[in-house]
């Protein structure tokens, strides 16, 4: 009976709403706008003997973009988004007392494409977003409670990035894909900055004043992609390709909250994730189409790859990148897949076999020990048949 009496203390609940509009102001011109919300929840009514707790996480995202033709060969898309993803640990039951993390960014952006000949179609774009994260803090119910709080510093953020790129065809057997991305990122305030020696003791600390820029990186990341498609329905591709992230999020595995993550910039403390990608493979189809395989293997080396301290705190701590390990990172695999993509009974099957491997000198040992999303086989299948053509 106690058992059953606490299932009816329990309070679950979630809903999403979507909507989506389109319109054709001209012959050229088209507006698209999409809307989602979500929120789900987690209680426990008071009662029992026991005290309330809950959670709650709530996501929004909105995006409105201006599609416009300007001839047969060029058009544009011009985007303007806003997005917050926001997570509540609640402390009381009336909800006024709870931890919070969350993330949002505002962002424009235009993208162009150009059909330059049968050969070359040229892409390049710009975009400017803004982020906002807070790591996690508490609100309590008076000013007077809140005055003994230590605060958690939030972060603010600009990036600004510019791309261009070519995918050229040079007979009928090549192809090429190549460009450049420049993202630069600025760091300003509020906030407050720590600073820490060797062992990871806070000597200083800095206190940033509202928009003032304090930070800043700048990085090239090139793409190449080659390809060779042969008389007989089969190709082969590879390419290299560099990527930098900026936001991290600190998920500690070995946690008692494994949920509740939070998120930081790249900052004085955190240089940004940089990775290093190189694949081939190899794809063939045969019987007009109907089946297709695919043989793709590929490796990818990161810099500045994120770990934490035995036993980190991440939930409430304003020194949370004292909690930081940096070291490199390492993955490689390879990928299969079969796929019937005609007739009444279709599917596919793909099988990866893939290893990730850290090397931290404070972790570990300064060993080499597999990443915490290292998962070695993963075998996956789909199928479908058509019973009548409705």
């Known amino acids: 009976s106690s058992l059953a009496s606490c299932y009816n203390s329990l309070k679950i609940q979630f809903y999403d709403l979507n909507s989506k509009f389109n319109v054709q102001v001209s012959k050229k011109d088209r507006l698209y706008l999409t809307l989602y919300?979500?929120?789900?929840?987690?209680?426990?009514?008071?009662?029992?003997?026991?005290?309330?707790?809950?959670?709650?996480?709530?996501?929004?995202?909105?995006?409105?973009?201006?599609?416009?033709?300007?001839?047969?060969?060029?058009?544009?898309?011009?985007?303007?988004?806003?997005?917050?993803?926001?997570?509540?640990?609640?402390?009381?039951?009336?909800?006024?007392?709870?931890w919070q993390s969350s993330i949002s960014n505002a962002g424009l952006k235009s993208d162009f494409s150009w059909f330059l000949n049968q050969n070359n179609t040229i892409r390049s774009g710009i975009s400017i977003t803004q982020y906002l994260t807070n790591p996690g803090n508490i609100t309590l119910g008076s000013?007077?409670?809140?005055?003994?709080?230590?605060?958690?510093?939030?972060?603010?953020?600009?990036?600004?990035?510019?791309?261009?790129?070519?995918?050229?065809?040079?007979?009928?057997s090549w192809s090429l894909n190549y460009g450049i991305r420049m993202p630069v990122w600025v760091d300003y305030g509020p906030t407050s900055v720590y600073y820490f020696d060797q062992n990871h003791n806070v000597i200083d600390v800095w206190e940033i004043d509202e928009g003032k820029w304090y930070d800043s990186f700048v990085v090239l990341e090139p793409r190449f992609s080659v390809g060779y498609t042969f008389r007989k329905g089969s190709s082969l591709k590879a390419g290299y390709s560099r990527m930098a992230q900026f936001l991290r999020v600190m998920s500690n595995g070995t946690g008692p909250f494994t949920s509740l993550d939070v998120w930081t910039m790249a900052g004085p403390n955190v240089d940004p994730l940089l990775a290093d990608q190189v694949s081939a493979g190899y794809f063939i189809d045969w019987a007009k189409?109907?089946?297709?395989?695919?043989?793709?293997?590929?490796?990818?080396?990161?810099?500045?790859?994120?770990?934490y301290a035995d036993h980190a705190n991440l939930l409430y701590n304003p020194?949370?990148?004292?909690?930081?390990?940096?070291?490199?990172?390492?993955?490689?695999?390879?990928?299969?897949?079969?796929?019937?993509?005609?007739?009444?009974?279709?599917?596919?099957?793909?099988?990866?076999?893939?290893?990730?491997?850290?090397?931290?000198?404070?972790?570990?040992?300064?060993?080499?020990?597999?990443?915490?999303?290292?998962?070695?086989?993963?075998?996956?299948?789909?199928?479908?048949?058509?019973?009548?053509?409705?």
């Open 319 to 390: 020194l949370i990148e004292g909690e930081l390990r940096f070291g490199d990172a390492w993955a490689y695999g390879i990928e299969l897949m079969l796929r019937k993509a005609k007739g009444r009974f279709n599917g596919w099957m793909g099988y990866t076999f893939s290893r990730t491997f850290s090397q931290v000198p404070e972790v570990n040992g300064g060993d080499v020990y597999p990443a915490y999303w290292d998962v070695p086989h993963n075998l996956a299948f789909f199928m479908s048949y058509e019973t009548r053509k409705r």
């Open 37 to 98: 919300y979500g929120q789900d929840q987690f209680k426990r009514q008071e009662g029992l003997g026991m005290n309330s707790f809950g959670i709650s996480w709530d996501n929004m995202a909105s995006t409105l973009r201006w599609n416009r033709v300007f001839n047969h060969k060029l058009f544009m898309n011009t985007t303007i988004n806003l997005s917050r993803y926001r997570y509540f640990l609640y402390l009381s039951s009336d909800e006024q007392e709870y």
């Open 289 to 307: 189409g109907k089946w297709e395989f695919s043989m793709e293997g590929y490796y990818k080396g990161y810099s500045n790859h994120m770990d």
């Open 143 to 172: 000013p007077e409670e809140e005055a003994g709080l230590r605060q958690v510093p939030k972060y603010k953020a600009m990036e600004y990035v510019f791309y261009a790129s070519n995918e050229q065809r040079l007979g009928e």
